[in-house]
């Protein structure tokens, strides 16, 4: 699977409330030509229309969204905010919290955006990415190419 589901929200300032967008589809897409392969994500409506269209910077700011469990007070990772230059707005500045259902995919997706946009596997393809982000398995291949690192 190329995309994940994600419960957005967005803001112009910090001291604003979070405007609801609903759920939409998140893409990493990798540039052909220009910026020298540079990364960028796209979110798109259940009829198609972008809702993001941003690339990811140099020392872009990338945290983890925390909410106290209901039932064991802990903190629960559920989302990542950072601030994007969105082209869907008019390349405004926005802030924006992108919510997942399970902390393993909130600490995948905060992994992918914080080195996506200059330590992006010059190998991998926009399939590797979605794989990773919803934490499948390639088909066929085998072979012990992955390799993690931290």
């Not at 994940?4 to 609801?20: F, H, I, M, R």
């Not at 910026?35 to 809702?51: F, P």
């Not at 872009?60 to 994007?84: H, N, P, R, W």
């Amino acid at each position: 699977m190329e995309k994940q589901k994600v419960k957005l929200y967005v803001k112009k300032e910090a001291s604003e409330p979070w405007a609801d967008r609903g759920v939409n589809r998140l893409q990493f897409r990798r540039e052909k030509e220009g910026a020298k392969g540079a990364c960028r994500i796209l979110m798109r409506t259940s009829i198609g229309k972008a809702v993001i269209n941003a690339n990811l910077y140099d020392n872009m700011s990338v945290t983890f969204a925390e909410q106290k469990d209901k039932k064991d007070g802990s903190m629960k990772k559920t989302g990542v905010i950072l601030t994007i230059f969105n082209a869907c707005e008019n390349s405004e500045k926005q802030i924006v919290l992108l919510k997942l259902g399970s902390q393993e995919a909130v600490e995948e997706l905060h992994g992918l955006i914080a080195v996506s946009y200059t330590h992006l596997r010059a190998h991998e393809t926009r399939e590797d990415l979605g794989l990773r982000l919803v934490g499948g398995k390639k088909k066929g291949g085998g072979g012990g190419g992955g390799g993690g690192g931290g």
